[in-house]
């Protein structure tokens, strides 16, 4: 294969290439990677200036830190009515609402608009975008405020949470705080019906007398986000035009949907939070079947959950609305009482389990009427049949405010408390037959709690350390996951000096998660491990292990104990420390390639024709022709480059360096392969199938790796495309995949030779694994990998290689995975290989994965583990030029 590179190649002349490679004595000591400023000693070799950009760049790369802000979330209105003029968008006939006579998209902010121009009752604010760029509103109904009276609210809100035990006590609080209630619909778009339910009911309250809602819009402000997912609503969609269910996206946040719903959450703080979902046949109301979030302080939430639930079937019951379903005992469905187990409560992916997060009473719920099948246009609603949902869903919000309004003083001291424990760093209480009967507050609830219920025990660390320096895996990913945290309102801290905690010191700059704040419930559902529930249930619904500590690729020390004295010598930050650092003078530099960031820099060096090689150390060499292009890859990336050492210099100038140069990569796949794709800087991969493939071959002249997400059989009548990437892979290009089909296809071009073993189908969770230390991931390697389900290899050809295996014995650390036959269980998968690869005589790779690498985009440490295996397949730039690097070395006088 002629190398692109060519022309670029022989522009160096071998003398200059030389000289470039001789490595100056004074460039090699920049800072380790993860150094902060002003970090250990220089050494006596010394080091210039390490960002060869002006001054005002230098302060773009290095900070200054930024202030902390008091009030996380959104930019509320300073006072209530806010009532902007909204932009109305161009009537879509093809909504999909329109079919079952429901407002469409287009129709709410014109309905909006006449509501606020009607009443200083209400008003709206644009909490973000759709995928497709429709807006999403807020709707507050309450009372008028003064921008005094705002203001008074919002250091109410942030007391709450900061300063809870003085809330406890503020006689003032108590009084006149307005208790949020929150209602939000249309997540998965094509669940139309609460929408037009909040709509109505945000109208007779604006309608009704003053005397009849003036009660309850002075002491409470209701909320109501009416559509999460405007796109899949027009689309007639679950997903949202991304292709994502938002509703299991609250803590990845791939979706701008997902996002706004969290930056709501925070903004508002819900008492109550209420999801309008369907369609299940019968009313469904939480709270859920166990197992129950760990993380959960319960005994604040199920009393009145459950009892609130009980008041909605109650009232649901004697409505009588014709053609509503109800159980044959005559009532609703709740899944605590009416489902043993496995319902929606235990993983903090959907929504109203995140708002739980925050102290929240929260209910998902499901409306009874299902879509139906029409010939010719698909799954829709009938007008029949949205009629009764949407006046189920409207009784629904009525019983829940109501009960809301009247237990909101004793709801909101289960919130303060809920922070109060996080802030003073209560051990944690899990809830049990043994301890129910000392829960205060309605007790409905207590005689259904039995063994299945019972809370699994949580050991409280005092914190979680994420390091910097040499103990950090990956420099980019601890920076990612600490924007993650600070994302979802969780306090972290940075060392101020190098500091002992346990056996171990850290670095000045490493951060840490104090376990002591508001959020603790949150940081730790977010960052412990987890716990293997394969026992404790039969089945799950949706995933049961998520942990970033173990899945996002950075390295996170869990340490101490709740009880243990706080880490000193520590301050608050709102971002994490800049890492953008780069040799001032023109040189080789390099940079760890380790991570998600470090790949999406790479591919945009390559992307803009930069020089660069690939070490086996996992390391990138840049070239000084390129260095203007790291420059700028290190401010926007936020890339810590350093001087290469002579050793690196060596292995490039040897030849032992791979060159680089912009792949060309085509998929198959879904949605979780083209955004992890491109999260990792694939933006420009070829999306590819089977059809595309057979109706023109010609699509694979172009590419150097094909990635599987999906399979790659051909038909009978597919001979052509089949044709097409045997003499594809016979002319040394590469396959590289996941799961069973990917080996499927990499076997039937006769690149590797194994069998899969698929795992239970339901079995998903976080896996022990090891990595040989000849692998391909060898450089960075990591210990855990999320598998749904897992895919084991046996049976290995002459020439197929282990390049990761399933730690021996039970690999399963936290999750649900249970054998149903002798065959799939994570015993069955213990020692077994995970990854396998192999190399054919003419160059050609294949490298497949059996664990989850793109779930949902969440693994991110999965993530680089496949750009890893990507650029072990690609070509080398320079075989096949005229000349190799080692021989212009050779030529240097």
């Not at 796109?231 to 949907?257: C, K, W, Y």
């Not at 470090?598 to 591919?603: E, G």
Request: net charge negative.
């Amino acid at each position: 294969m002629q190398s692109r590179h060519a022309s670029r190649w022989f522009a160096t002349t071998a003398a200059a290439l030389a000289a470039a490679l001789i490595m100056s004595p004074t460039a090699v000591s920049e800072p380790a990677p993860g150094e902060p400023p002003g970090g250990p000693p220089e050494t006596s070799q010394g080091r210039g200036p390490e960002l060869n950009i002006n001054a005002a760049e230098r302060r773009e790369a290095r900070g200054p830190r930024p202030e902390v802000p008091l009030v996380s979330g959104l930019d509320m209105p300073s006072s209530y009515p806010f009532q902007p003029t909204l932009e109305v968008f161009p009537e879509d006939e093809t909504d999909r609402s329109y079919v079952a006579d429901l407002i469409g998209y287009a129709d709410i902010a014109p309905r909006l608009n006449e509501l606020m121009a009607e009443s200083d009752r209400v008003s709206v604010q644009l909490v973000g975008e759709s995928t497709l760029g429709k807006d999403l509103y807020l709707i507050t109904v309450t009372a008028p405020e003064t921008a005094a009276e705002t203001r008074r609210q919002t250091a109410w809100r942030e007391m709450i949470q900061t300063e809870p035990a003085k809330a406890s006590r503020d006689a003032r609080l108590k009084a006149g705080y307005k208790k949020p209630i929150w209602f939000s619909a249309n997540i998965h778009g094509n669940e139309w019906e609460g929408t037009d339910a909040s709509l109505n009911y945000i109208e007779d309250l604006v309608s009704a007398p003053w005397s009849e809602v003036s009660d309850l819009l002075t002491t409470h402000r209701l909320y109501f986000s009416v559509s999460l997912n405007p796109d899949g609503r027009v689309l007639g969609t679950r997903a949202t035009s991304l292709g994502f269910d938002a509703n299991r996206d609250m803590i990845t946040n791939v979706n701008p949907e997902a996002a706004s719903f969290v930056r709501s959450t925070q903004s508002i703080l819900p008492l109550y939070q209420a999801d309008l979902h369907g369609y299940t046949g019968i009313l469904q109301v939480e709270p859920c079947g166990p197992p129950h979030g760990e993380n959960y302080e319960y005994d604040l939430f199920i009393p009145h959950a459950y009892a609130a639930a009980l008041q909605v079937e109650e009232d649901v019951v004697a409505a009588a609305i014709p053609d509503n379903p109800l159980s044959s005992a005559g009532g609703i469905r709740i899944p605590y009482r009416d489902t043993p187990t496995g319902w929606d409560d235990y993983p903090p992916i959907f929504t109203a389990q995140y708002a739980a997060y925050y102290g929240a009473l929260a209910n998902t719920v499901e409306l009874p009427l299902r879509r139906v099948n029409v010939q010719g246009v698909g799954s829709v609603q009938t007008p029949e049949r949205a009629a009764v949902n949407t006046a189920v869903a409207e009784q629904t919000i009525r019983s829940i405010v109501d009960y809301v309004s009247e237990n909101s003083d004793d709801i909101l001291a289960n919130q303060i408390e809920f922070f109060r424990r996080g802030v003073e760093g209560k051990p944690k209480s899990s809830l049990t037959l043994e301890t129910i009967a000392s829960v205060p507050g309605p007790e409905q609830w207590k005689p259904l709690w039995d063994v299945a219920d019972n809370q699994d025990p949580v050991t409280l660390p005092r914190a979680y350390v994420i390091p910097v320096g040499d103990g950090q895996r990956s420099v980019s990913d601890a920076t990612r996951l600490v924007e993650q945290l600070l994302f979802h309102d969780i306090e972290v801290r940075t060392l101020n000096r190098d500091t002992r905690v346990g056996d171990t010191t850290y670095p000045r700059g490493s951060y840490v998660v104090d376990m002591h704040q508001a959020k603790r419930a949150l940081a730790n559902t977010l960052l412990d491990l987890g716990t293997d529930i394969s026992d404790k249930v039969p089945l799950m619904y949706d995933i049961s292990a998520w942990s970033y500590s173990y899945l996002w690729g950075a390295t996170v020390d869990k340490v101490g104990l709740t009880t243990d004295a706080p880490i000193n010598g520590t301050k608050l930050v709102s971002a994490p420390t800049r890492q953008a650092a780069i040799p001032a003078r023109a040189q080789y530099v390099t940079f760890d390639v380790a991570g998600v960031e470090d790949f999406r820099a790479l591919n945009r060096l390559l992307d803009e024709d930069a020089m660069v090689w690939l070490l086996d150390s996992g390391e990138a060499v840049v070239a000084p022709q390129s260095h203007r292009l790291a420059i700028d890859v290190a401010l926007d990336l936020d890339i810590a480059f350093r001087s290469s050492s002579t050793a690196q210099a060596a292995a490039v100038q040897g030849g032992e360096a791979k060159l680089l140069e912009d792949i060309r990569l085509g998929y198959t796949g879904n949605q979780d392969d083209r955004e992890s794709l491109a999260q990792l800087g694939f933006t420009d991969a070829t999306p590819l199938s089977t059809s595309i493939i057979t109706a023109d071959p010609s699509v694979l002249d172009d590419l150097d790796v094909l990635w599987l997400g999906g399979g790659l059989s051909f038909g009978s009548s597919q001979s052509a495309g089949r044709d097409a990437v045997e003499e594809w892979v016979g002319e040394g290009n590469s396959i590289i995949g996941r799961g069973s089909s990917a080996l499927t296809a990499a076997r039937s071009f006769g690149l590797l030779t194994a069998t899969a073993r698929s795992g239970n189908g339901d079995g998903n969770g976080i896996v022990a694994v090891d990595t040989p230390a000849d692998s391909v991931f060898a450089a960075h390697p990591q210990d855990s990998a999320f598998v749904y389900p897992a895919v084991s290899f046996v049976d290995l050809g002459e020439g197929t290689k282990v390049e990761q295996s399933y730690a021996a014995g039970n690999p399963l650390l936290a999750g649900h995975w249970r054998a149903t036959n002798s065959t799939n269980g994570p015993l069955e998968a213990g020692g077994n290989a995970s990854v396998i690869s192999a190399e054919s005589a003419n160059g050609a790779r294949a490298l497949v994965f059996g664990t989850s690498v793109f779930f949902r985009t969440h693994p991110k440490g999965g993530l680089s583990q496949a750009a890893t295996a990507i650029f072990w397949a690609a070509p080398d730039a320079a075989a096949g030029s005229a000349s190799t690097s080692s021989e212009l070395a050779e030529a240097t006088p």
